[in-house]
């Protein structure tokens, strides 16, 4: 049972457009969630999380959005630039982040200039 | 330097062989965490500690065994080795911060393992 759902495996955006990547979850008992950018050959690495308690987190380009009553969280980034090509993974943990994370399958984005 | 390493970045070996990827970090981190990551199936986890006396298997643990030998060392043992653990493995490593903080999980540069 897939509890973090990244349903587009792909998506492809114009060099200073807007990227949405969406992500869905199942669990209730999941109240803080994270967005993962990962490149080729590399590990992924943290880009902006948001607790249960807020709507909205932004940093710099990148703002991501929570619906608790619709399970979903998207990430914005505004605008999109070549280098934001990788694979983004959504997270969700329980418990205020202490507990361990549960991945979705990344959607791979990319970036055309 | 980096944070979290990983050695070997790459290893073929053939089936049945017992193979040992290893994980080593300097950010002070208590939890230490290892995931394997297959195309089109995300990252899930198969062991993780929070402690050097607390192991915990994970989603995926069958086939797998976990060594914590000090707070910067988490290993990761394929006791006979099987085709379908070809994978990237990746070692990630976080602080509790306390309740209701973020728990932001580091990740190493992966392992890249095939198995023949």
């Known amino acids: 049972d897939q509890q973090v759902k990244q349903n587009s495996p792909s998506l492809s955006v114009q060099e200073g457009r807007i990227s949405i990547l969406n992500c869905d979850y199942t669990?209730?008992?999941?109240?803080?969630f994270l967005w993962y950018k990962k490149y080729p050959a590399e590990g992924p690495t943290f880009l902006i999380s948001?607790?249960?308690?807020?709507d909205k987190n932004e940093d710099g380009r990148f703002t991501v959005f929570l619906n608790k009553s619709a399970k979903h969280l998207s990430l914005h980034i505004v605008p999109s630039q070549p280098g934001d090509s990788a694979v983004y993974f959504c997270a969700a943990s329980a418990q205020g982040g202490s507990e361990k994370l549960v991945f979705g399958k990344g959607t791979k984005l990319t970036v055309n200039p | 330097d980096a944070d979290v390493t990983q050695t070997p970045r790459n290893r073929i070996t053939k089936t049945g062989k017992r193979i040992m990827l290893e994980c080593s970090q300097t950010k002070g981190h208590d939890r230490m965490y290892w995931y394997r990551q297959d195309p089109g199936l995300g990252l899930r986890l198969i062991y993780y500690s929070f402690d050097v006396k607390d192991i915990n298997k994970g989603e995926i643990s069958d086939g797998y065994s976990v060594s914590r030998q000090a707070q910067a060392k988490f290993s990761l043992s394929l006791e006979s080795a099987i085709p379908n653990q070809t994978a990237l493995y990746f070692c990630a490593t976080s602080h509790p911060v306390g309740t209701g903080s973020t728990d932001t999980q580091y990740f190493g540069p992966g392992t890249r393992l095939t198995v023949l």
């Open positions: 948001i607790s249960s308690i807020k």
């Open positions: 669990n209730s008992m999941f109240d803080y």
